[in-house]
């Protein structure tokens, strides 16, 4: 579905070049919860950012169902984060004087009967008493339970989730994982993280060591895929 | 009951529409009215000052014409150099006159003053026969008369509603004495009548003026029969009596001379106008600079949930538009309001001549809007040009 192919993303730091990431090849299947892990530093979000099509790599290809996201247009790269895509940030992002509901509502596009979608996917989420508070009124874990909410919306294709337990205790953090995969239904999740425990579950974990994907992590932990650097 | 529930279900769907588009311009221009509020006020004063200065500026052309418009109902002629010329031009224009005439009628003028909001302007005092007085009101639209009409020979003038107004005259009230400064006579000539028309006129008996003022001119006042054709006979006097022994006094040349005299007044007030817009939208440009920086991980948020650059523009575009509209027309009422308040407590008093409804006042307030519009695009369109929605989320921006 999702396939990253001798992916790169090069920028330039004070006339530097350094690599975010490079040389990736990867391919997320329909359904599938794949895990990345690494430490600070190692490139995770630009990986995953190439491959919502949020980054476009610098080399190599990100394809989409066979389509290289490069050749879209910004208009039609955007509508697929929209249609077909959910996110979920390190941080709870939320627009503060729209209520959680409202958040919700934003995860997906025009048609349908986005509000009743939005308030069961809070129900269900266990926000459902609190549906029309401000997120200055939520608490952390709730808000990110939000951008859960908001990332399900639609029942996107693939959920990517960018460190989404970072700004969180451990207990609420795996609660928001627990969440995201219990509720994505069919769609593949793509969870980049440094915290190995938030990936259990996951049904495969690749290993991102400066930029590349590494066999060094294999040893570490059974199920665990090497990249090709 | 009944209309309790449907209000009920009214106000659900509204809440419910609102809901569904969370991204209308009205909800976050409400929900955010700390920053709503000062945007639409800066345009609302800016609106207010401007058409109230061109509406005040204009109420003095506007002054000119309401009290001399009299002068739409005839021409003037006078004779230069020889008095005895009145009759020779009197008797051309009976036999050469381009329209048919109602009357012509031989009379006498003095000058008085009437006030107006820059100072003192002239205005004639007429002499006029006994049944000549009763045309003149009929022609200038009296309804009638608080009082009654001059005496023949005696000192006793009428004077119509807009003048008493202007200079605090009633029944018995000196309008020319030996003491008036700008309205000589040498005897005191007492208003007897006061004419209900809205036009501005005084007169006195013609033997009166004869008597006690200076030149021993007549004058020839010409009115032609049927209103449409005055224009039409003005022209032709200004053109026939050109070089000739006498002058001839026109409402166009009053209208062409008040519009040469006021071009370099305009002028000014194009450049001040310009300037004033041009402080506003620099103001305005920077305040939205402020409130977009403000909004940037909000739109980094959206464009990275996959909303695109063209609907994000379109939308900070949409609520620069209410904001902007919404001002203007907010100040065109204020502006309105305001004027029709300064209408009644300061100007109609004195009978001063304000339009509220200048349509002037209104067309200068147009390239406020229009530019603060092109100020808040263009600053938008810049913030948006080299966005990157990632630098948002990974908390890089903000």
């Known amino acids: ?229 | 009951m009944a209309t309790r529930e449907s209000r009920r279900r009214l106000a659900t769907s509204k809440q419910t529409r609102s809901l569904a588009r969370p991204l209308v311009a009205s909800t976050f221009l409400f929900r955010n009215a700390g920053k709503t509020i000062p945007l639409v006020a800066v345009i609302v004063l800016a609106v207010m000052l401007i058409s109230g200065i061109v509406a005040m500026i204009d109420s003095i052309p506007l002054s000119i014409r309401t009290i001399y418009r009299y002068s739409q109902q005839m021409v003037g002629i006078t004779p230069r150099g020889d008095p005895a010329q009145t009759p020779i031009i009197r008797d051309r224009i009976e036999k050469e006159a381009p329209v048919p005439l109602e009357r012509v009628m031989v009379c006498r003028a003095t000058g008085a003053q009437v006030r107006s909001i820059v100072g003192k302007w002239p205005f004639v005092v007429l002499g006029l026969a006994r049944e000549d007085m009763t045309y003149y009101l009929d022609r200038m639209g009296s309804r009638g008369i608080n009082g009654r009409l001059p005496e023949t020979g005696k000192a006793e003038a009428l004077i119509s509603e807009p003048v008493a107004r202007n200079l605090g005259l009633r029944k018995g009230s000196l309008l020319l004495g030996p003491v008036q400064d700008g309205a000589y006579s040498p005897e005191e000539v007492r208003v007897v009548g006061i004419a209900d028309t809205d036009e501005w006129l005084m007169f006195t008996p013609i033997e009166y003026q004869r008597a006690h003022h200076f030149p021993p001119i007549d004058v020839l006042l010409v009115f032609a029969e049927n209103l449409p054709d005055q224009a039409k006979l003005d022209n032709w006097a200004v053109k026939a009596f050109k070089g000739e022994r006498a002058q001839v006094f026109v409402y166009q040349e009053l209208e062409r001379d008040t519009q040469d005299m006021f071009k370099i007044l305009y002028k000014i007030l194009n450049v001040v106008i310009a300037t004033l817009v041009l402080v506003i939208t620099l103001m305005m440009a920077m305040l939205m600079n402020i409130y977009q920086s403000q909004r940037l991980p909000e739109y980094g948020l959206l464009q990275a949930l996959g909303y695109t650059r063209r609907q994000l523009l379109s939308r900070a575009f949409g609520e620069t538009l209410v904001v902007v509209v919404g001002g203007w027309v907010l100040g065109l009422l204020v502006a309105y309001s305001l004027l029709l308040v300064v209408r009644a407590q300061l100007m109609t008093p004195q009978a001063f001549a304000l339009d509220p409804l200048d349509r002037m006042a209104f067309i200068y307030t147009i390239p406020i809007p229009v530019a603060i519009l092109a100020a808040g695009a263009l600053t938008v369109w810049s913030r948006f040009r080299r966005f990157d929605p990632v630098s948002v989320v990974e908390r890089r921006l903000v």
């Open chain 1, 1 to 229: 579905m999702i396939e990253a192919r001798g992916a790169a993303l090069l920028y330039h730091d004070h006339g530097r070049e350094v690599y975010a990431c490079r040389d990736i090849g990867l391919r997320v299947s329909e359904g599938e919860f794949l895990g990345i892990l690494g430490p600070s530093g190692s490139g995770k979000s630009s990986l995953l950012y190439m491959l919502s099509g949020l980054k476009t790599p610098t080399s190599g290809q990100v394809l989409v169902d066979g389509i290289d996201l490069a050749s879209l247009g910004d208009e039609a790269r955007s509508r697929l984060r929209l249609e077909r895509f959910g996110f979920v940030f390190q941080h709870p992002h939320l627009l503060g004087y729209l209520t959680a509901l409202e958040n919700v509502v934003l995860g997906a596009s025009g048609s349908g009967d986005r509000l009743v979608e939005a308030e069961n996917r809070l129900s269900r989420l266990g926000l459902g008493d609190k549906m029309h508070r401000l997120p200055h009124e939520l608490s952390g874990g709730e808000r990110q339970r939000v951008c859960v909410a908001r990332a399900l919306m639609g029942s996107p294709e693939a959920i990517f989730a960018d460190e989404p337990t970072a700004a969180l205790d451990h207990a609420n953090g795996h609660a928001v994982v627990d969440m995201l995969r219990q509720e994505r239904g069919g769609g593949a999740l793509v969870m980049v993280t440094h915290d190995p425990s938030m990936l259990d579950g996951a049904d495969r974990i690749v290993t991102l060591v400066d930029g590349c994907l590494g066999e060094a992590a294999v040893a570490a932990r059974p199920g665990i895929e090497p990249g090709t650097c």
